[in-house]
């Protein structure tokens, strides 16, 4: 660790679901920088912090989260996993927030960008600094180029070209950035469902004979919406990714290099070229 | 019955799927025109067109359905009703339509505006007429306004303008023209599922927990692709698509006004009182 590193105290990972935070932690660990895991209860799976120094905070514990990290010296935090949008019941207030309720009102109206930018601006407010997961842990992000053995073909591409103009189309309405598309066909749109439930709607639609499209002919786009604070809610994609993807008979997966966060890239390339998938990283200024 | 009417021959009305086909047969009826029903094999439900003079084609026919389309002096024709891309093997194949494969190919690629225009243009290539629905029947398309008794309100008003912003923004993809908002959050993107599968998905994430909104917020907006050859496929709605959104804890649904064929009117609106929903007919000029 260098002293520079033991000076800036740990990175604070406040986690939502999935895998994607504790690739980031031990990506972060592997960088020489401590962390401090901030487990969201409800969200976070016991067993998968215990390997972290971490404390347990519930959404709304606003005063809870900002006192635990002054005493473990967390100025950076970064803010990662899955968040939906929790149903009240499941949120837990306490005294800080409640003061803070006007601003956190008017964070979560309008879609998740307004709420994320809303929880940054009152981390902001209140002396923290707030990192995106791609700036502490950039080796975790999609890189350049074909991950794995498979290259999109022609069609492929056409289609991945296509999938990414209509994605930056439908960018400004703060929608989930992914969708299916074949042939030129776009045959599924992601919004609250997520990626995976979207990609099993492409496998359901394929078995009842609605999507008449060859087995290996689609593409999974999937894009950070482009006016996104990229410090909030990277896409991911991972080995279940590929799985559905296969499922659902696509030929590959396409995604922004240095925008999306790759979980478990090891297990998601072994997966895609087991299943003769291609997984393309396309360069930003690739973009149209 | 006029005497110009008769000389103009009955409307050919192609049937796809669902009960539209039939609200167009009676609704040119009652404008004193004969109709001859072309009901495509395993779309029609043989029961519902026994009312009517009608004959079976199979998709592919294209040979039979010219030659008892020209005995029975149909020159203006209809294609109406739900045409999901059929698989191969529900093809039949004729002469005609083998010696028309080049051109029939080239329509059935991209999205399904082209496999329609592309069949458009065949017909008329071979003499035919083809007409929009709105234009034989414009009593069964949405009124401007408000249908039966409830109002959007405020909040629902803002939704009904975000959403058909951002359908106008996805136009140019060719994709299922539908979602649901809810208080400016994109909630759910039709495309190849359909509309129905998409207030179920809608009604399952909320039964789920994924979507927090209370029950009577939400809006369905549905509208004709821009470029769209409004003579295809125009949107429908019905009293299913009433119990749908009402299922889906919406407030309303909102469509466009003459752009929109409405089937079962009354029965429509009698679901939408008993549930509380609003059915709006936005008119074209009101757009932004």
Redesign the interface.
């Known amino acids: 660790m260098t002293i520079a590193a033991m000076h800036e105290g740990p990175l604070g990972i406040i986690c939502g679901s999935g895998s994607i935070p504790l690739a980031v932690a031990a990506a972060v660990q592997r960088r020489g920088r401590r962390v401090m895991l901030f487990a969201l209860r409800g969200f976070v799976d016991a067993r998968a912090v215990a390997a972290y120094p971490h404390c347990w905070i519930a959404i709304g514990q606003f005063g809870r989260f900002r006192r635990l990290a002054r005493a473990e010296g967390c100025r950076d935090i970064v803010l990662v996993g899955g968040l ?5 019941r499941q949120v837990r207030l306490d005294w800080a927030t409640l003061v803070e309720m006007p601003r956190i009102v008017r964070a979560f ?4 960008d307004h709420l994320l930018t809303g929880i940054g601006r009152i981390l902001e407010g209140d002396g923290f600094r707030l990192l995106g997961a791609h700036e502490v842990a950039p080796d975790i992000t999609a890189p350049s180029g074909a991950l794995g053995h498979h290259q999109p073909d022609a069609e492929a591409a056409a289609d991945i070209a ?1 999938g990414f ?2 994605l930056a ?2 960018s ?5 950035q992914a ?2 598309i074949g ?11 997520g990626t995976d439930a979207m990609l099993q ?2 496998a359901a ?1 394929r078995e009842a ?4 499209l060859p087995r290996g002919v689609g593409v999974l786009v999937k894009a950070p919406k482009q006016p996104q604070d990229r410090r909030f809610d990277l896409p991911s994609i991972g080995p279940d990714t590929v799985r559905h993807a296969a499922q659902a008979g696509l030929a590959g997966i396409a995604v922004v290099a240095a925008g999306t966060i790759v979980a478990e890239p090891q297990r998601l390339v072994e997966a895609a070229d087991a299943n003769g998938l291609f997984v393309l990283g396309r360069a930003e200024c690739e973009a149209g």
């Open positions: 939906v949008r929790p149903a009240i109206r309008g879609g998740d296509r103009e209509m189309a439908m400004p309405f703060d929608v989930g969708l299916v042939r030129g066909h776009v045959l599924a749109v992601e919004a609250a469902e709607r492409v639609l004979g609605r999507i008449t």
